[in-house]
């Protein structure tokens, strides 16, 4: 802390526990006061993001102030802060000077995007206030009376610092259905009763990265009684408690990024309308429904259509058995785990989700076609064959098979029994069964002729180049490459990564790979 002879500022008489501004960043005050033997008055901050502090609260071994974490403050002068303006002059900072520009270049088109006529916010339906300093209400009713018909209003990073804050707007906002709240601080309400009138349209609420708990989110939760969609990612969440009388209305639910103590998880299984839930990066390698024996149905979930599971760390194929059970799943993403199948080959592994998830209508935003239904259950059937004959066969294998394989009495009885003929061996790394016939093609030199090649499925795409390097003589750094498939004529992928195989990119026998350089 170095000195500064800075003439104070005016400092706001609560502002211990105020939101600040500075040189880009948002703190939180948490002392004002001296710091001797500097002269003059400072101020104590908590930064949202801990790497810009200096210490956690103490100079000259005096603790002034605490933080989270232990090089998460600084102290500041007050004049190298702002602590913001009322809601409506930051309405006029950010839209009167978009409307000015707006005149001055004669472009209705944008006049009409921001949904202002001749500066009047009477009938605006959307403000977007992000990043603005928005720091309270401002005066009595003037928002009511400006801004009367705003539905979707984003408050994300302002200097917002209470709930009663957020209420004291939201309240005069009679239609409001979509609030954006994420990357603020809030201080839970005293009395969250006096505040569910003014949350009484609330649909969608995000809450992203505001550093709030799961158990505080419950707290709060009875002031949005109507409350349809919940997004509350990035906010350290570790375990989640029942939402019991709370929440019962939502639809839409997202955790990602949380890292979740997956014991907990079905704490949230209870909700009875929610259709969508988001547990993408917290974590999870195991999901069990207990309830329900193998091949039936769960009492958890009982709305849940669609689950993102992507970036997970699932290895066992027995979680996918799991989600089997919940009755109405039709949508899932899982990128990103570790569910291989004893290929090694990706689309075998998605092939296997199809098989095993008999409801799946979408796997990885990706609609199932009923030929790769078709296709992923016979395969099934062909490679679970002989450990079914093993298990007893028939319509009676031993319970172990069973539960390993939940649907394939029921893919049996649909597609008929496999012959002894079609049973796929265990030898899937056989060479000869991995070699890939591809051609290679050169859209922007129409008179090379295409190169046809057998290659491993193994083969690094840097091997790739080496090899076109000595046919081409064109060197490798300068090689970009895509492939086309026959299955989806007119797609063109790319192949962005020379430390990945051929398999990872699904290039199948028969493909095209285009080079270009």
């Not at 547990?279 to 429904?289: A, E, K, Q």
């Amino acid at each position: 802390m170095g000195v500064d002879h800075t003439e104070p500022e005016e400092v706001p008489a609560d502002a211990v526990g105020r939101r600040v501004a500075c040189d880009g960043e948002r703190a939180t005050v948490r002392y004002v006061g001296p710091v001797p033997p500097t002269a003059g008055l400072w101020l104590g901050v908590e930064w949202d993001h801990p790497e810009r502090g200096k210490h956690g609260g103490s100079h000259g071994g005096v603790q002034y102030f605490t933080c989270r974490h232990p090089k998460g403050g600084s102290f500041v002068r007050p004049a190298k802060v702002s602590f913001g303006v009322d809601f409506l002059t930051a309405v006029q900072q950010v839209y009167q000077s978009d409307t000015e520009e707006v005149l001055t270049d004669a472009s209705s088109e944008k006049l009409s995007w921001l949904g202002i006529s001749e500066r009047s916010y009477e009938n605006l339906p959307t403000v977007l206030l992000t990043r603005s300093e928005v720091n309270g209400p401002g005066a009595d009713g003037e928002i009511r009376r400006t801004m009367p018909n705003v539905k979707y209003l984003d408050l994300s990073r302002t200097l917002l610092c209470c709930w009663e804050d957020v209420s004291a707007v939201s309240q005069q906002l009679d239609h409001l259905e979509n609030l954006q709240l994420s990357n603020n601080r809030l201080r839970l309400p005293a009395d969250v009763s006096a505040h569910v009138q003014a949350f009484s349209s609330l649909r969608v609420l995000a809450l992203n990265s505001c550093d709030i708990t799961w158990s505080q989110i419950l707290q709060c939760a009875p002031m949005w009684p109507q409350l349809e969609n919940l997004s509350v990612e990035v906010n350290d969440i570790r375990e989640l408690q029942r939402p019991d009388g709370v929440l019962q209305a939502l639809r839409s639910l997202s955790l990602a990024s949380n890292p979740l103590l997956q014991l907990t998880v079905l704490s949230v299984a209870a909700l009875p309308r929610l259709e969508q839930l988001s547990l993408s990066n917290t974590g999870l390698s195991d999901l069990r429904f207990d309830d329900a024996a193998p091949g039936a149905q769960t009492a958890m979930f009982p709305s849940l259509t669609s689950l993102n599971l992507d970036q997970n760390n699932i290895t066992e194929w027995g979680v996918v058995d799991e989600l089997a059970k919940l009755p109405r799943l039709v949508k899932l993403s899982c990128r990103g785990n570790q569910l291989v199948s004893s290929d090694g080959n990706p689309r075998t592994a998605n092939q296997l989700l199809i098989a095993k998830l008999g409801q799946l209508v979408f796997l990885n935003s990706c609609e199932i076609q009923a030929e790769d239904r078709r296709g992923a259950e016979l395969d099934y059937i062909k490679m679970f064959g002989e450990e079914w004959l093993k298990a007893g066969g028939g319509n009676e294998p031993s319970s172990q098979f069973t539960c390993r394989h939940p649907r394939y009495l029921s893919l049996i009885n649909k597609y008929g029994a496999p012959e002894e003929g079609e049973l796929k061996k265990p030898e899937p790394f056989a060479l000869k069964n991995q070699l890939l016939k591809i051609t290679f093609v050169f859209p922007d030199d129409a008179e090379r002729k295409p190169i046809e090649k057998k290659l491993p499925a193994s083969m690094l795409v840097q091997k790739v180049k080496g090899l076109l390097y000595r046919l081409l003589k064109v060197p490798a750094a300068d090689l970009q490459l895509s492939y086309t498939s026959m299955k989806m004529v007119g797609t063109e992928f790319e192949i962005d990564s020379d430390q990945k195989t051929l398999e990872f990119y699904s290039i199948e026998d028969g493909d095209q790979v285009l080079v270009r350089w």
